[in-house]
Each structure stands twice: as structure tokens, then as C-alpha cells.
């Protein structure tokens, strides 16, 4: 009982805290559920951070590569903060049994989150180099505005659906060398916090339709290993490093409250304990490194097992308090995944001129979400990505900024193609159509900060 009661108190002290930096409404994210950097380094060359040395942040993407500070043993601290701005756009078309048009909807959302990343790295010995890092990762979150939607006695409502997901982290890792082979170990922690509000409301968006409408907010921390090694190899004049990593999934077991509508009007509002379980995959990262003179190239390969883990995300209360298409009473809210495996590949290059550093990058990996997984509210994935790059070197400090573009790409349901039922068909049409198809479309754009400083 003792470890039991420690475990939740480390627990609820950190979720106060990072509950404390989530205040500010521009840090949730809604990037999507994978970025493809992490700190002003890697954001330049695209990602392709597996065999960079240059970063505390490696702590996070190959821990065997803070060995290479202790070729200079200075301490180090970094800082970035990224600014993403992403465009949402949902559009769907249904039509009933009568061939009868019945509606289409056009949703287009902007939306900004402002993502901070701080690490600090040390030799602790002559062996060994030490990094922690806090990382705002990959969240996900949109919104739906006045959808319009038609219940099972097909009433027309107004639909409101607003998804926030945040997941900051706190990593500490350790580089040392063994026989010129660099290694490394991390740990991370972290913290997942999921806001989800469905109201459907009359056509004037006044009063809350009580059967299908509800509230779910809830938290949880986990826990994750990271794996890594790489090795510099000198030949003629080439300097040769390769790299390769692997990262533990992470396992939520959230657990927050539903708050559900008694009644039209909304007099009684009913609270009920819920638990949800979500967990986020595994990663395999490998990399090489190619150094010339004035002239680097960077290629990384990520393997990402979606398949396995994220299959789909449930969330059940104790007591029933929403009601299905087809007239039942539920204590269960569940959105199917079921999304791929998928493999991202980096190629980032660097030019070095006097005190400047240009760079350029191009991430790209097929989308992993199938047409029966595509919920307009998890943001997914972006699949072709730019990058460019600048950054000056003042002795002890470099100052870097730059630019990543996700370029629109558009996944699309549609029921004449598919013999899948999605969630988003079953909860938004109440009855089988003889046309029903909807698309969601997303574009990034992202700029980052960032300041490095040698101590």
C-alpha cells in the first residue's frame, strides 16, 4: 500500500505542475499526433536527428549521441519555441434512402499552438555526458462549429464537437562510450491531458439535446525507455556517423470525469467517473550522418508501429449517460483507429559559411490513417513536409530560426467504397444513407526559435 500511495502522489504532484504550464490555452497542441522535430537542431534538416550530435535534445531521439559532448566537455543549455498554425478543413454529403439530399457541411478551422522546449546537458565525468530535457510533443485537438445533424426521429440539431489533447514530457538520458561505440539510455515522462465536448443543440444553438450530448476531461503520466547507439567513423577525409534508437511505447490510463445532460433544458448536469486507455507506439529510429568540409547530409529512416497500439481509443464511465444511433443507452464513448505502420523518411542537409549555417530539409510518410479510421477531430498526420534553415554562431551562443511546411494533403471516407463502418458514419447519420461520404483536409505551417548556449 505504501508503493501504491507513493505512486499517485508523485502522480497528482505532477500532474499539478504540468496542469500549472497547460493554463495558457495556445499549448495544447494540434499538431497532430506525430511531429517530426523536436528543438531548434533538428528542425531545420527535418528531423533527421538520429546520428546528429549537436543537441541535449538527443536525450529524446538517440541518448548515444550526448557521447559526442565529451569530446568538448562544455555544459550546455538549448531553448526553442515553436509556433504552429494549422488548417483544418472538414467537408462531408449525405443523402437517405429517398435520394433526398439531406445535408452537406463545410467546416474550415485555423488554429495556433505555441509549443516550448527547454533542455540542459552536463559531463558528469570524464565517460559519461547527462541531458534533461522538457519536450511539448505531438497532441492532437480541432473543432467542429454548427454541423448540421439529424437525430434518430431525424430532428435536425446543430452539432458542436470540440477534441484538445496535450502531451508534454520530461526526459533525462545519459550518453557514455564502450570500445568507440557510443550508448545511451533515457527515460521519459510523460503527461497526457484530453479535453473532448459533443453538444448537439436545436437549429438556433441554444438548447443542448441531452441523449447524445457530453463533456470528458481527464489526465494521466506515463512512462518510457529509450534505447541508443551510434559510432563515428573517420575515413580519408569523410567523417562517417551512423546512428539507430529505439522508443518504448507510452501507456495511458486516463481517468477523469463525463459530465452528461439530464435533461433538454439543461438543469441537471450528472457527473460520472470515467477511464480511458490510450497509448501511443513505439519507435525504431536509424540514421547516418555524412560530414565533409563545409558540408553535411543527414539521412534518417523511422519505423512507427501504430498498427499495434493505436487501434482505438475507449473511454468508459460508470454508469450509462449516452445514447446510441439506434436507441440504446451506453456508458461508452469509442473512436476506431485501426491505423498502419508507417515509415518516415528525413533527408536533411547543412551548408557551413563563415558564422552561418544554412540548412534544408524534406520529411515525408504515407499517411497511416485508413478511410474507416478518419475522425475529423484527431488531427492526422501530415505526409510531405519542407524545411529551411538559418542559424549564427556568436562564439558561445548560436541563435537558429526556421520554417517547416506541411504541405495539404486530404483523406476521405466514403461508403460506396468501403465495407467499413466509421464511428464518425455511425454517430453522425443515425441511420444507414444510400450516400455518405466526408473528407478532412490539413495543412501546417511552422516557425521556430531557438538559442543555444555553451557554458
Request: proline share 4%; net charge positive.
Amino acid at each position: 500500500m505504501i508503493c501504491i500511495d507513493s505512486r499517485w502522489n508523485m502522480k497528482n504532484k505532477f500532474s499539478i505542475f504540468f496542469s500549472l504550464l497547460l493554463i495558457p490555452k495556445l499549448l495544447v497542441s494540434t499538431n497532430g499526433l506525430f511531429m517530426i522535430s523536436y528543438g531548434s537542431k533538428f528542425s531545420g534538416i527535418a528531423g533527421a536527428g538520429s546520428s546528429t550530435k549537436e543537441s541535449v535534445f538527443s536525450n529524446f531521439l538517440n541518448p548515444a549521441n550526448l557521447s559526442f559532448y565529451l569530446e568538448e566537455p562544455f555544459h550546455q543549455w538549448e531553448l526553442s519555441i515553436r509556433n504552429n498554425l494549422v488548417q483544418s478543413i472538414y467537408d462531408d454529403q449525405y443523402i437517405n434512402p429517398f435520394h433526398s439530399k439531406i445535408y452537406s457541411n463545410h467546416n474550415n478551422t485555423n488554429l495556433q499552438a505555441i509549443l516550448p522546449n527547454v533542455g540542459y546537458g552536463l559531463p558528469l565525468n570524464n565517460k559519461i555526458f547527462y541531458s534533461i530535457s522538457f519536450l511539448v510533443k505531438g497532441g492532437g485537438g480541432g473543432n467542429i462549429e454548427n454541423i448540421l445533424f439529424y437525430n434518430k426521429n431525424f430532428e435536425a440539431l446543430k452539432e458542436n464537437y470540440l477534441m484538445r489533447m496535450a502531451n508534454p514530457s520530461i526526459i533525462q538520458g545519459i550518453g557514455f562510450n564502450i570500445n568507440q561505440i557510443n550508448c545511451g539510455l533515457g527515460y521519459e515522462l510523460s503527461y497526457l491531458f484530453i479535453n473532448m465536448q459533443n453538444h448537439k443543440k436545436d437549429l438556433m444553438n441554444l438548447l443542448i439535446e441531452p441523449e447524445q450530448s457530453f463533456e470528458f476531461s481527464g489526465k494521466d503520466v506515463s512512462h518510457a525507455i529509450i534505447l541508443g547507439i551510434s559510432q563515428k567513423i573517420i575515413f580519408n577525409k569523410l567523417n562517417f556517423i551512423w546512428g539507430a534508437s529505439y522508443h518504448s511505447p507510452n501507456i495511458f490510463r486516463i481517468k477523469g470525469k463525463i459530465k452528461s445532460y439530464e435533461t433538454y433544458i439543461n438543469y441537471q448536469i450528472l457527473e460520472h467517473k470515467a477511464e480511458g486507455r490510450i497509448i501511443f507506439p513505439e519507435y525504431y529510429r536509424s540514421g547516418i550522418q555524412l560530414k565533409f568540409n563545409l558540408f553535411r547530409i543527414y539521412i534518417d529512416l523511422n519505423y512507427i508501429l501504430w498498427k499495434s497500439y493505436f487501434r482505438k481509443i475507449q473511454i468508459k464511465a460508470d454508469s450509462p449517460f449516452i445514447t446510441t444511433p439506434i436507441g440504446f443507452t451506453s456508458n461508452t464513448i469509442q473512436i476506431k483507429q485501426n491505423w498502419r505502420n508507417q515509415i518516415v523518411y528525413a533527408l536533411g542537409m547543412e551548408f557551413y559559411h563563415t558564422s552561418y549555417i544554412f540548412s534544408i530539409g524534406y520529411n515525408y510518410g504515407r499517411i497511416p490513417t485508413p478511410s474507416d479510421g478518419i475522425h475529423p477531430l484527431l488531427t492526422m498526420p501530415v505526409e510531405h513536409h519542407l524545411t529551411l534553415g538559418v542559424a549564427k554562431n556568436l562564439n558561445l551562443y548560436t541563435i537558429f530560426f526556421s520554417y517547416e511546411h506541411g504541405f495539404k494533403n486530404k483523406s476521405e471516407f466514403d461508403l460506396s467504397k468501403t465495407n467499413f463502418i466509421s464511428d464518425w458514419f455511425l454517430f453522425h447519420t443515425n441511420a444507414k444513407p444510400t450516400f455518405f461520404k466526408y473528407n478532412r483536409t490539413m495543412e501546417l505551417k511552422s516557425f521556430t526559435f531557438g538559442l543555444e548556449r555553451k557554458i
